[in-house]
Structures are given as C-alpha cells and as structure tokens.
C-alpha cells in the first residue's frame, strides 16, 4: 500500500462530515457541504490515479473537477431563484 | 527511502491534513458564510500539496502536468462557488444582494 492510496483512504474519512453537513441544516448549508465533498472527490481520485500509476486516471480527476464547477453553480442559481 | 520519496510524502501530508482540517470546519461551524470560509483550504492549500508531491514524485511527465492542471482549475473555479454560494444565501435571506443601511461602512476620510 503505497503514501497515495493510504491518503485516499484518509480522505474518505472526510466525508464523513460532508455528508453529516448534508444530511442537517438550511438548504444553502447542505449546498456547502455537496461542495466542499466535490472538491474533496477530486483531491481523492487524483491520490487513487497516483497510487495506481495509471496516467489516464488523471482525467478522471479533472473531468469531476470541471463537472462539479458547473453543477454547484447550476444548484446556486437553483436555490437562489426558485426554491 | 530517498529525499524526493520524504518530501513527496510531507507535502502529501500536508496536504491531506488541510483537507480534513477543512471537513471537520465545516461540520463544526453555525451557518452558511462561516461554513463557506471553510471550503477554501480544501481546494487551495490541500490541493496544492497533493499536485506537488505527485510533481516531486514523477518528475516531468504526463501526471505531473495534469495534476498541475487540476491545482489551478481547482484554485480558479473555487472563489467563484464561493461567491456565487454567498451571493444566493444573501438573496434566499434579504430578497436582494445590495448592502443594507446599518451594514455601510463609513468612509474615514469624509467629512463629518
């Protein structure tokens, strides 16, 4: 088990919190925590294509990275206009 | 282990430790813009330390540059969230984003 897969690992555990931000609070505090739990994806995909040394796993990482932009911005407009 | 091998690794932990810093802060703190503050070292300082250590570690390759890649369009696309986030749980509590009266801060500078 090389550093990058025991940091992934280390990283899942922050979810956990993520996901309890999730679960209780106004609507725009549960948008916070989806953010901050899509940042956190990609910081773990990015150690999981480290640890594996597979170079295409990269673009798994960037692709959630641009994807989780858009649809946090999508969910904001979402929330501040219609619900 | 060589020296490139132990700095990987603290940037590493670095990195990881900012990040679950970051979690535990948003967990922890009362409303929307405290918890707000506390998506920024996730992406700044907890990416940035895991580009790095994945650069010192590979040298110049193909992840390297892709990790890089990933640092700054996290470190761009992150503020803008942010704002944008702040911007709607202003307009969900006042119904609109201009400054409120009691909220201007005054200009030293003028006149009495």
Known sequence: MT?????????????VPCGLVCLRGTPMERLVGLELAGT???????SLAEGFHQAIFFDLALVLAILSFAGGLVFVRFLERWL | ?????????TLL??????TLLSCLGVLVMPNVFDRLHYTAPASTVGALGIALSIVV??????????AMLIFVLLVTTNPVLTHATARAARVR?????????A??????EAAP
């Open chain 2, 1 to 9: 282990m060589t020296a490139s091998d132990a700095i990987a690794w």
């Open chain 1, 3 to 15: 550093a990058w897969l025991f940091a992934a690992v280390c990283l899942l555990i922050g979810l």
């Open chain 2, 13 to 18: 932990a670095v990195g990881t430790a900012a």
């Open chain 1, 40 to 46: 956190v994806d990609t910081l773990i995909f990015l």
């Open chain 2, 93 to 101: 509590q006042f119904g609109h984003w201009v400054a409120l009266r």
């Open chain 2, 103 to 108: 909220e201007r801060v005054e200009d030293p």
């Open chain 2, 57 to 66: 570690e590979e040298g110049w390759a193909a992840a390297s540059v892709k």
